[in-house]
């Protein structure tokens, strides 16, 4: 699902007091008093985040109940199955969109999503302390202030970094991190061995089998595996983060696209270039272009 789609399904349940749209990137609404009520469970296709002033709602994220409530925040992920119920007649909130391109544009630590993926899995809603809600406010604010400078041709890239920002400061990685030591499920601890090992070896192999081996699985059992607990596949796994070695090497100066290229572990620049614009949709030199500035 879409910016534009969850904007024309948004509009028909409420007007908001204030609403800003950056292209089919993100949506971000202040002083939301309802919630779409839907029959079935749907899976948003973006990154949804609503934060709860006062009142409370009654929501599903993959089938399981909670309570939004006053000074707490849910988050949900694109592939989470999720279903608001009903809200109180007090409910109001903030809440935002992201798209999962510009979500993906972030470049996190491969470690610090992987966690993140885990974590929100088992808690989508966390409590806010008014330190938190005070920040949140201002950081809105630059979010608004930002989106509504159409003169501005880094607008997308500004809102980018805030938004980053954001996340390093709400999403407490160390907590996070803490969390998925102390609780995380067999297949989430398969899931630790193997990216564990990704980080090791990723220049090495980008074959799945190369890794369930070492592992003593299936290639197909671990792909499943990956895929159950953080809804990509191990391949996808792999090559995201070859990609975002691939990309942070390109935005440097003083290495060529051969030496990247046999850096990362590929026969030849020709090899890499197709790879690299199999995932990124533009050649290794267009990529360095476009970052040029």
Known sequence: MSIDKLNNILASYYEPVRKSIIGNDIMFIRNVTALPCFEYPIKPGVVVSVHCFSGSADVSVNMKHWTLGKNQSLTVQPDN??????????????????????????????????????????????????????????????????????????????????????????????????????????????????????????????????????????????????????????????????????????????ATIQEISNYLGFPDQSTFGKYFKRHAGVSPKGYILRHSD
């Open 81 to 254: 199955m999720m279903q608001f119920h009903s809200v109180s007649d007090n409910f109001v909130a903030l809440v935002i969109f992201i798209s999962v391109k510009l979500f993906d544009d972030f470049e996190l630590d491969a470690k610090i999503k992987a966690n993140t993926f885990i974590y929100l899995r088992n808690i989508p809603i966390r409590q806010l302390k008014k330190v938190d809600i005070d920040l949140m406010n201002n950081y809105y604010s630059m979010l608004e202030h930002v989106a509504g400078m159409n003169d501005n041709s880094y607008k997308l890239h500004i809102i980018k970094l805030l938004l980053l920002a954001y996340f390093y400061i709400f999403a407490n990685p160390e907590h996070i991190r803490n969390f998925v030591e102390t609780v995380h499920s067999r297949t989430e601890q398969y899931f630790e061995a193997f990216h564990d090992l990704l980080l090791i070896h990723y220049r090495e192999s980008r074959d799945v089998k190369f890794y369930a081996e070492k592992m003593c699985l299936n290639a197909k059992y671990l792909s499943s595996l990956i895929k159950q607990i953080t809804k990509k596949t191990a391949s996808e796994w792999i090559d995201g983060y070859l990609m975002l070695e691939a990309k942070s090497l390109l935005k440097l100066k003083g």
